[in-house]
């Protein structure tokens, strides 16, 4: 039986992910040979991005200086930039209102989750992040085992919403149930692993999470 729900923080809690890729775009192009896919970095952590970044695009910046820029990337959009997700508010409201727990697991640092959290003063019941499994980020299950050990819970009673492949994996990973969230920016991800797939937060209720269960990928 579902008792939980964790979600993932850019492109279901917020409408970062548009803002990230135009950041991205503005930045970090002078310092790549091509362009980003998407397909495989969404979801990664800082330290796992820049790995990928340097391996596969030519990226020519240490890691220090890499997380600078996006410290500074990160405060402009998640201070002045991004809102909340449309139907995450009223959706957070029914979940507490029918008593399932709430978590949100993130593959960004400690510092960003923080400026989010802040900003739209929003309460978890748990919240795991990259700086809670030692930078490890998705598609390792590790930032959704965090959470669900921080909610007391079995993997198989908590379902993830995420928005990548990469955070699809790691909820699958962790054992967990998964609805995979088509939220405009995402639609070269690939969805094939998720138990559930909708358009909108809006088309979820607690009814409709709770009578999810865990499917072999």
Known sequence: MIRAVVFDMDGVVIDSERHW?????????????????????????????????????????????????????????????????PGFADLLDALRGDRLSVGLASS??????NLVLARFALRFDAVADADD???????????????????????????????????????????????GLRNGF?????????DLEVSSLTELTPKRLRGLVVCSS
Not at 108 to 113: A, G, K, R
Not at 137 to 146: E, R
Not at 186 to 194: D, I, K, P, R, V
Request: charge should be negative; glycine fraction near 8%; proline fraction near 4%.
């Open 108 to 113: 960004s640092p400690d510092e960003w989750v």
């Open 21 to 85: 890729r135009r950041a991205e775009r503005d930045y970090l192009t002078e310092h790549i040979r091509q362009p980003l896919d998407a397909t495989k970095l969404v979801g990664l952590s800082m330290e796992g991005f820049h790995e990928a970044l340097v391996r596969d695009y030519g990226l020519r910046m240490d890691l220090a200086e890499f997380i600078r820029l996006y410290r500074d990337m990160a405060r402009d959009i998640y201070e002045r930039r991004t809102a909340l997700m």
């Open 133 to 179: 499994v030692g930078g490890v980020g998705k598609p390792h299950p590790a930032v959704y085992l965090a959470a669900c050990k921080a909610l007391s819970l079995d993997p198989g009673e908590c379902v993830a919403i995420e928005d990548s492949r990469n955070g699809i994996a790691a909820a699958k990973a962790a054992g967990m149930a998964c609805v």
């Open 186 to 194: 995402n639609a070269e991800q690939e969805f094939s692993a998720a």
